[in-house]
């Protein structure tokens, strides 16, 4: 048990719906992000937060994607109008680290995912 | 973002065989974790290696960073059915993790 939350763990939708994910981090934790991973790939970066801030988005975190972290502890991810290629398993981690700069010496604790099904 | 490459892909071991799995970068390299996804599971931290020509040893995995700091290896020893799974080297960069695509293991018994 890693302590990140995840919900749901599995979601089925049609495409065109949109669908929200909800994580929960380490209670201590000031840093959260967002992966996703399909099939037979490694874990790609979406967005974090320091806190509340998000501070960084990929480019692979298009429009139709939006996170949030309003009071620095829980988050969301929506993601609007799915299209099949959105299928994938959303991850959620979380982190300590000191405030600004650059960090090292950090350890990511990942939830179970989320896995989004759209068909 | 910074692109981290392993080699292999894919590797079948028959059960106490070794296992050696490759990170590579073109770029130095900050620090590297590594990480264990079991089937079905979610990626979990191994270890971190930050100096150029670190080696840590846990149990049967042994972990090195290159001289340069762009490179990075995994080595099982004597492979065992509970190491089945994938692993992934990151790249611990200004506060984002950038995965390689990982090698998946698998051990015949």
């Known amino acids: 048990d890693t302590g990140v939350s995840q919900d749901p763990r599995h979601k089925i939708t049609k495409r065109g719906q949109n669908v929200t994910f909800r994580c929960d981090p380490i209670s201590e934790h000031n840093r959260l992000y967002w992966y996703r991973q399909t099939l037979g790939q490694g874990p790609e970066f979406l967005t974090y937060?320091?806190?509340?801030?998000?501070?960084?988005k990929s480019r692979l975190l298009s429009d139709r994607f939006s996170a949030e972290r309003p009071k620095g502890s829980f988050s969301t991810l929506e993601i609007q109008r799915t299209e099949q290629g959105d299928s994938a398993m959303y991850l959620c981690?979380?982190?300590?680290?000191?405030?600004?700069?650059?960090?090292?010496?950090?350890?990511?604790?990942f939830g179970e995912g989320s896995w989004l099904t759209v068909v | 973002g910074q692109q981290v490459m392993q080699i292999p892909q894919y590797q079948h071991v028959q059960e106490g065989e070794d296992f050696t799995t490759y990170c590579n970068s073109s770029?130095?390299?900050?620090?590297i974790q590594w990480y264990k996804q079991r089937p079905g599971g979610h990626p979990v931290f191994l270890i971190q290696l930050v100096k150029s020509g670190e080696v840590k040893k846990q149990k049967r995995l042994t972990f090195q960073f290159g001289e340069a700091k762009k490179n990075s290896s995994l080595h099982i020893t004597a492979t065992q059915t509970t190491d089945v799974g994938t692993y992934f080297c990151?790249?611990?960069?200004?506060?984002?993790?950038?995965f390689g695509s990982g090698t998946k293991l698998n051990v015949k018994p």
């Open positions: 981690a979380s982190s300590l680290s000191g405030i600004g700069g650059r960090s090292s010496g950090n350890t990511i604790y």
């Open positions: 770029t130095t390299l900050s620090n």
């Open positions: 937060f320091q806190n509340e801030a998000q501070l960084e």
């Open positions: 990151a790249d611990h960069n200004f506060n984002k993790f950038y």
